[in-house]
């Protein structure tokens, strides 16, 4: 939301304005840095590699079947997605962009 993170990078420019922002990663992460630049403010997004995505790159919420993915394998294969390909393979199967800072 546009709104939102306008609200936190004008804060961090008043009081934090060497230290990075770290903020949920979205699919349209370049617009937020742009906005978030306008302030001097850098951005950093995080993910999850533990965690499944929903399409619009909001995490599957931990009550819901399958939010969590506890084999080695599952969370080394969606590292390597993230890191390599910048993107992420949503809970229904779908690839989105998804770049990752932490």
């Known amino acids: 939301n546009d709104e939102v993170c306008i609200t936190l990078v004008e804060a961090m420019s008043k009081v934090a304005p060497?230290?990075?922002l770290v903020v949920m990663a979205v699919p349209n992460h370049e617009k937020y840095r742009a906005l978030a630049a306008d302030y001097g403010i850098q951005l950093w997004f995080e993910t999850f590699v533990?965690?499944?995505?929903?399409?619009?790159?909001?995490?599957?919420?931990?009550?819901?079947?399958?939010?969590?993915n506890?084999?080695?394998?599952?969370?080394?294969?969606?590292?390597?997605?993230?890191?390599?390909?910048?993107?992420v393979t949503t809970l229904d199967g779908q690839v989105i962009p998804l770049h990752a800072d932490t």
């Open 70 to 87: 506890h084999e080695p394998t599952q969370i080394r294969s969606q590292a390597r997605q993230m890191i390599g390909e910048r993107s």
């Open 18 to 20: 060497s230290l990075p």
């Open 50 to 68: 533990s965690r499944d995505y929903y399409q619009d790159g909001r995490l599957v919420p931990r009550n819901v079947p399958g939010s969590s």
